[in-house]
Nanobody
């Protein structure tokens, strides 16, 4: 399975971005999917995850109410809509896939990783 993340860029604080992650190979519709991020000098951290059929979503407290994860299994794509962005959201964002229907919050629970897309939020 290959994951290709896109949609990052430079945005002012308070702005919005939508990240996309397109999957190829495997059976995307059976995978739990997640988004993680890694800021310079920090460890990779959980942002959000969505179950195989989209019925269950979870968010880190730091993004709850501002970010929305969704998926389109017909397009083999998972999205992360990011609103009200803050400078502390600046990071490389990674999408990840798990063979489990309901993926978790730890990087060890994911089997496939995209290459990352950089999000920079200016103050």
């Amino acid at each position: 399975v290959q994951l290709q993340a896109s949609g990052g860029g430079l945005v002012q604080a308070g702005g919005s971005l939508r990240l996309s992650c397109a999957a190829s190979g495997g059976t995307f519709s059976s995978y739990g999917m997640g988004w993680f991020r890694q800021a310079p000098g920090k460890e990779r951290e959980f942002v959000s995850r969505i179950s195989w059929n989209g019925s269950s979503t979870r968010y880190a407290d730091s993004v709850k109410g501002r970010f929305t994860i969704s998926r389109d299994n017909a397009k083999n794509t998972v999205y992360l809509q990011m609103n009200s962005l803050k400078p502390e959201d600046t990071a490389v964002y990674y999408c990840a896939g798990s063979r489990k229907y309901y993926s978790g919050y730890d990087t060890l629970g994911y089997d496939f990783w995209g290459q990352g897309t950089l999000v920079t939020v200016s103050s």
